[in-house]
C-alpha cells in the first residue's frame, strides 16, 4: 500500500502541544554510527517534497535537508560502534533516539517514532509503522538522519579508502566485502554483526 506523507498524525495529537517526529539511519550497514533525529516542523513553513528519504535523490535529499535546518527545530543523537556492539543495534538505535530528543533545542509534548521500537522519552510516545511514509515530521527526521549518517560516512572514507563508504554508506554490498578481504576489519567496523565476526574468525563474510 503507498502512503502519501501528511500532518494528518500531527494534527490528531496537536492538543497534546509540540508534536516531535523522529527516525534512524543506519541500523544495517556493517559499519558506522547509528543516527537518529528529531524533528519539530512549523506547519505554516514546511518545505515542499517531504516524503521518505529512500524515495529521495541524494541530491533533493541533500536540498530538504539544507531546507530543514532553516526552518524547523531539530535535534541529532548517535550511537557508535562501541555501543552498537556493547548493547546491540536495536537498543543501540533507541539510545539514538533518546538522544536526538533530549538535543532538540525544546522540549517536545509528544514523541511520534517511526516503526516499532520505543525509545525511553519523558514524553508521551507513539510509534508508527512506516511513519516516514505517514508523516511530514517523521520523513523530515529521515532526511536529516540519512542526510547526517551519509557525511559521516563520506568523512570516514577519507581515513579508510579501501571500502568505498562514500556510495555505500557501510552497507554489505561487494566492493565492502572486498575491501574487508584485502585489508581486513577497521575501528569502524561492528564486530557483533555476523559477516564482521566471521572475517575475524578467519571465514569470508557473505552478503
Known sequence: MKFEASFEIERSLGH????????????????????ASA?????????????DS???????????????????????????VEEIDRINIACATLLAMERAIANLPVRPDVAIVDGNLKPKLSMETFTVIKGDAK???????????????DRMMRELALEHPFYQ???????GVKAHREGLEAHGVTRHH???????????????PSL
Open 135 to 149: 508523516s511530514f515530521s517523521i520523513a523530515a527526521a529521515s532526511i536529516i538522519a540519512k542526510e547526517t549518517r
Open 16 to 35: 497534546k502541544g509540540l508534536v516531535a517526529g523522529v527516525d534512524e539511519a543506519g541500523r544495517g550497514p556493517w559499519a558506522g554510527p547509528v543516527v
Open 54 to 80: 529512500k524515495t529521495l535523490s541524494e541530491k533533493r535529499r541533500g536540498e530538504l535537508a539544507a531546507c530543514l535546518w532553516k526552518v524547523a527545530r531539530i535535534g541529532v543523537g548517535l550511537a557508535d
Open 165 to 171: 563508504w562514500e556510495r555505500n554508506k557501510g552497507y
Open 190 to 204: 561492528r564486530r557483533s554483526f555476523a559477516p564482521i565476526r566471521r572475517l575475524l574468525q578467519g571465514q569470508v
Open 39 to 51: 524533528v519539530i516542523l512549523n506547519p505554516n513553513c514546511t518545505p515542499a517534497g517531504l516524503r
